[in-house]
C-alpha cells in the first residue's frame, strides 16, 4: 500500500478560503501535454474560450462552440490531477435565461469532469450565477473586459476609467454577491482592481489588473511566446518557444533538403538488432 497522500483535486472552496492569502496561481491550458506542465505548478487550470484565437485561428472568442469547449475540456483533464480545472462557457450558452446556462453548465461539467465553469459579465449575469451555484455549479465570474462583449465594449479598451469605475465596482460585486467562488478582473486600472480586491469577499483574479489581486492569470500560449499574433501591454513573456519552434522547424527544413536528415541511426537496417546477451 502507498503511504504518501493521495493527488487531491483543489476545490472552489479551497480557492474562496485563499482571499487574501498567498497569490492563486492560474494559466490557461487547452492540450493535454500542456495541462500536464500547468498542473504541476498551478491552483487553476482554466480551459479558456480563448481557445478559439489561440487555437483555432478565430477573430475573436465569439465563435467558440460548445462542442468546441468540450472537446479541449476532455483534453485538458486527462493532464489534471491536482489543480481546479475550471471551462469557460461560450458566448451563446449562457445569456438567455439561467435554465439555459444550467443545461450548458451541466452539460460542460458532466462531459469534461470540470469542477466549475466561468462566465463573463456583472450585474446581469447575477440572477443565472445565483441560479447556477443553488444547482451545485460552481461558477468563476468575468469582469471589466469581456472579451464575448467586444462589439457592446467598441473592442478591446480598458474598462472602468474615471467615472465607469463604479459600473465595474458594481460588476464584481454583484458576481460575488450572487456566490461565485471568484471573479477574473480582465484591463482594469489598477487602483480600481485594488478597490475591488479590498470590496469583495471572494478571491480577484487580475489579467491586466493589478498586482494586488488575489491571483492571477495569463493565456499560457502568451506567456511561451507561441501566440504572438498581437501582444497585449499585460502579457510578459516567460519563454520564447514561438521562435524555438520556427528555428526547429527551419533546421528540419534544410537537412531534408540537403539529404542530412534521416541520418543512419534514424533509420533501420535490414535485420534486427541482436538482444543484449
Ligand atoms: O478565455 C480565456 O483565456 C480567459 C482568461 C484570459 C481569463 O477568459
Redesign the pocket.
Known amino acids: 500500500m502507498s503511504t504518501s497522500a493521495p493527488h487531491r483535486q483543489v476545490t472552489p472552496s479551497e480557492v474562496l478560503a485563499r482571499k487574501g492569502g498567498t497569490p492563486l496561481v492560474c494559466l490557461?491550458a487547452y492540450t493535454t501535454p500542456i495541462a500536464r506542465l500547468v498542473d504541476a505548478q498551478c491552483d487553476i487550470v482554466?480551459v479558456?474560450?480563448?481557445v478559439g484565437m489561440v487555437l483555432h485561428g478565430l477573430p475573436s472568442?465569439l465563435g467558440v462552440t460548445m462542442d468546441m469547449m468540450i472537446l479541449h475540456g476532455q483534453a485538458v483533464a486527462r493532464g489534471v490531477s491536482r489543480a481546479l480545472m475550471v471551462v469557460?462557457m461560450p458566448f451563446g450558452s449562457y445569456e438567455e435565461s439561467p435554465q439555459q446556462a444550467f443545461r450548458n453548465a451541466a452539460r460542460l461539467m458532466a462531459e469534461t469532469g470540470a469542477g466549475a465553469v466561468?462566465l463573463e459579465g456583472g450585474v446581469a449575469m447575477a440572477d443565472t450565477i445565483r441560479f447556477l451555484n443553488a444547482r451545485s455549479i460552481p461558477v468563476m465570474g468575468?469582469v471589466g473586459l469581456t472579451?464575448q462583449a467586444i462589439n457592446t465594449l467598441g473592442g478591446y479598451k480598458v474598462q472602468g476609467r474615471g467615472a465607469d469605475a463604479d459600473r465595474v465596482l458594481a460588476d464584481a460585486r454583484a458576481v460575488a454577491d450572487a456566490g461565485a467562488f471568484s471573479v477574473?478582473l480582465?484591463k482594469v486600472p489598477a487602483t480600481l482592481a485594488d478597490r475591488i480586491t479590498a470590496q469583495v469577499a471572494v478571491p480577484t483574479i487580475g489579467?491586466g489588473a493589478s498586482v494586488g489581486c488575489d491571483g492571477q492569470?495569463l493565456?499560457v500560449d502568451d506567456m511561451l511566446g507561441l501566440f504572438t499574433a498581437f501582444q497585449p501591454k499585460f502579457v510578459k513573456r516567460y519563454g520564447e518557444l514561438g521562435h524555438s519552434a520556427a528555428e526547429a522547424i527551419a533546421a528540419y527544413a534544410d537537412e531534408v533538403r540537403a539529404r542530412r536528415f534521416p541520418a543512419a541511426e534514424h533509420v533501420f537496417t535490414d535485420t534486427p538488432k541482436a538482444p543484449p546477451a
Open positions: 490557461t482554466l479558456g474560450d480563448s472568442t469557460d466561468k468575468h472579451p477574473v480582465e489579467i492569470i493565456v
